[in-house]
Nanobody
Framework: QVQLVESGGGLVQPGGSLRLSCAVSGTIISSKPVGWYRQAPGIDRELVASIAEDGSIKYGDSVKGRFTISRDNAKNTFYLQMNSLKAEDTSVYLC????????WGQGTRVTVSS
């Protein structure tokens, strides 16, 4: 059974940083597409960042230059480093893994507010 567990969300002031983690069990993440999405009330789920099977990385336009996605295959975990956070980054962040099927974490809430 594949499971994805996010951690690292919370409340942060504008300009601050957070690092989200997605720990995966039940499958090996090496060479599998992984990504982070976010969803706020009334807004469609949007791609934040992803790593494709070939290792290429894609970022959503609104986070380019501020967020960094990475993976640690030894820990079977991937990450989202978020810097220079803005109020509009407030959302529920979900991690995603593609392994024959699409698997999602339960989501972790990020609130950017002073």
């Amino acid at each position: 059974q594949v499971q994805l567990v996010e951690s690292g969300g919370g409340l942060v002031q504008p300009g601050g940083s957070l690092r989200l983690s997605c720990a995966v069990s039940g499958t090996i993440i090496s060479s599998k597409p992984v990504g982070w999405y976010r969803q706020a009330p009334g807004i469609d789920r949007e791609l934040v960042a992803s790593i494709a099977e070939d290792g290429s990385i894609k970022y959503g336009d609104s986070v380019k230059g501020r967020f960094t996605i990475s993976r640690d295959n030894a820990k079977n975990t991937f990450y989202l480093q978020m810097n220079s956070l803005k109020a509009e980054d407030t959302s529920v962040y979900l991690c995603h893994l593609e392994s024959f099927f699409n698997y999602w974490g339960q989501g972790t809430r990020v609130t950017v507010s002073s």
